[in-house]
């Protein structure tokens, strides 16, 4: 009976041990293709990021169960269409390759979450935007320091998305279609000195559920009075730029809860302001 107990608990913690070896091997982030290769069938985190690939290898390809796939930091310049093979993907980073444009097949991504296509200077974004707003579950996309002078009117496109990061790029305006975008909560537009708040307010404030702004390092010196039609933003981050004032406009601003204003040169005394109601947070450099 006792040897039957012994056996029972060593089987136990074999099949914990194996339990824990699987979870391990499919969470495990591995950094090369060769290694992938080892757990084919299990591998969900693959990292090729500054191997100087230029092309992907057809064998990539064969890693159907890829959840997590990072590329970025090389020299890709195109995305063939085996891509629609790992259509388990859910995390895809690209960023800082030399893309010119997402294959129409790239469509087929239908469980991609989250994508960082930042840092592509030479990407069509016109094009790759038609099809990434045929991605269902996209809820994450990053366009930073795209090159982009002018936003095309296929940003619409991609109204699924609830976090927009647009920074580094050299646009004056956001396209008409901009309020179609109704999941966007979060936007980024920092380090883009050409940007115009005062003139893009208007369709800012017909993003229904944008809740957290970011117009950071644009080298804005006046917050223009009629910040105050931004009633659904409740996080406002204007960090790093030149305003040295607020208008009284912006206690009209019912839902805002955090206004950071750090490296401003807003004076201390203004954090006492009558006109920024008590239940705000206002940050401003220490001295």
């Not at 069938?41 to 092309?55: C, H, I, R």
């Not at 090389?74 to 995390?91: A, C, G, M, T, V």
């Not at 809740?211 to 039609?229: G, Y």
């Amino acid at each position: 009976m006792k040897t039957h107990i012994i056996f029972l608990q060593c089987l136990l913690v074999f099949l914990n041990f194996s339990s824990f070896a699987q979870l391990n091997d499919s969470n495990r982030e591995y950094k090369t293709i060769r290694d992938a290769f080892a757990n084919k069938d299990k591998v969900e985190w693959l990292s090729l990021t500054n191997q100087g690939l230029k092309a992907l290898p057809d064998s990539l390809f064969e890693l159907t169960n890829l959840k997590y796939l990072d590329l970025a930091h090389n020299q890709i310049e195109f995305i063939p269409d085996q891509i629609k093979r790992l259509s388990k993907l859910k995390y895809l980073v690209l960023s800082r390759n030399q893309l010119k444009v997402l294959p129409d097949a790239f469509s087929e991504l239908i469980q991609l979450q989250t994508l960082y296509l930042d840092h592509n200077p030479q990407i069509d974004l016109d094009k790759s935007l038609i099809v990434l707003g045929m991605l269902p579950l996209l809820k994450t996309l990053s366009l930073a320091g795209d090159n982009i002078t002018v936003l095309p009117m296929s940003l619409s496109g991609i109204q699924n998305v609830e976090s927009l990061d647009l920074s580094e790029n050299d646009f004056e305006s956001l396209p008409a279609g901009t309020p179609k975008l109704k999941q966007l909560t979060t936007l980024y537009i920092n380090d883009d000195v050409h940007f115009d708040l005062e003139r893009n307010i208007t369709v800012l404030s017909k993003l229904s559920s944008l809740k957290e702004l970011h117009i950071e390092n644009d080298s804005i010196r006046i917050l223009p009075s009629n910040i105050s039609e931004l009633k659904s933003v409740e996080y406002l981050f204007l960090i790093g730029n030149n305003i040295n004032s607020l208008p009284n406009e912006i206690n009209r601003m019912k839902n805002l809860k955090l206004l950071d204003m750090t490296g401003n040169p807003i004076p201390p005394p203004l954090l006492y302001d009558e006109h920024l109601r008590p239940k705000v947070i206002f940050r401003i450099n220490k001295n």
